[in-house]
């Protein structure tokens, strides 16, 4: 499976952006999608994640009420609409996908494949 994240830029705190991953390859096997950051310096945190049957959403208690995560399983597409932004939102956004039921979303060891990942900045 390969994975493509887009949609990063920088923005003003208060201001909205919108992640885009395409998944390509073996995508039958996916169970769930999930997007993670990863500010300099600090480990690798969950964001958010979506299971396909069902659209079962997880998101982390900071971002509860200002992202939202949505996709499509029929074109492996996943999004991010990130709204209300802070400067502590900055971070490499990475998308990734899990094959099977995991026992946590929130832990990355659980997901299978991961895109590159896509910048967001977010100035106060």
């Known amino acids: 499976v390969q994975l493509q994240a887009s949609g990063g830029g920088l923005v003003q705190a208060g201001g909205s952006l919108r992640l885009s991953c395409a998944a390509s390859g073996r995508t039958f096997s996916t169970y769930a999608m999930g997007w993670f950051r990863q500010a300099p310096g600090k480990e690798r945190e969950f964001v958010a994640a979506?299971?396909?049957?069902?659209?079962?959403?997880y998101y982390e208690d900071s971002v509860k009420g200002r992202f939202t995560i949505s996709g499509d399983n029929a074109q492996n597409t996943v999004v991010l609409q990130m709204n209300s932004l802070k400067p502590e939102d900055t971070a490499v956004y990475h998308c990734?996908?899990?094959?099977?039921?995991?026992?946590?979303?929130?832990?990355?060891?659980?997901?299978?494949?991961w895109g590159q990942g896509t910048l967001v900045t977010v100035s106060s």
């Open positions: 990734a996908t899990i094959r099977v039921l995991p026992d946590y979303y929130s832990d990355y060891v659980e997901y299978d494949y």
């Open positions: 979506i299971v396909w049957s069902g659209g079962t959403t």
